[in-house]
Nanobody, 125 residues
Framework: QVQLVESGGGLVQAGGSLRLACAAS????????MGWFRQAPGKEREFVAA????????YYADSVKGRFTISRDNAKNMLYLQMNSLKPEDAALYYC??????????????????WGQGTQVTVSS
């Protein structure tokens, strides 16, 4: 079992930045692909970014490419999401998730095995 706890959300003006963190416990995340997803009210949960077990490969939704950066520190059992140039449409509940890496990195939230409780990001225009 992997327990995930997100932090770092908050209220920011459009154009501002936030850094989300996800602390893992229970097991090392070094053998898990990790991802960030978000869900706005009335919308489906959507893929934001993912990172392979070693951190060498990263993947982004087109809507955040060039503005968000996913990273991980396996030694600290941590996952991060640096979000720059935030837009009102980025506002959502952001979740981190762990995938047991039985296959390649997935964009599909249904393939992820463990989830945090989410951290709220609000962007004012």
């Amino acid at each position: 079992q992997v327990q995930l706890v997100e932090s770092g959300g908050g209220l920011v003006q459009a154009g501002g930045s936030l850094r989300l963190a996800c602390a893992a416990s229970g097991r090392t995340i070094s053998t898990y692909h990790m991802g960030w997803f978000r869900q706005a009210p009335g919308k489906e949960r959507e893929f934001v970014a993912a990172i392979s077990t070693t951190g060498i490969n990263t993947y982004y939704a087109d809507s955040v490419k060039g503005r968000f950066t996913i990273s991980r520190d396996n030694a600290k059992n941590m996952l991060y999401l640096q979000m720059n140039s935030l837009k009102p449409e980025d506002a959502a509940l952001y979740y981190c998730a762990a995938d047991r890496a039985l296959t390649g990195v997935s964009y599909d939230y249904t393939t992820y095995d463990y989830w945090g409780q989410g951290t709220q990001v609000t962007v004012s225009s």
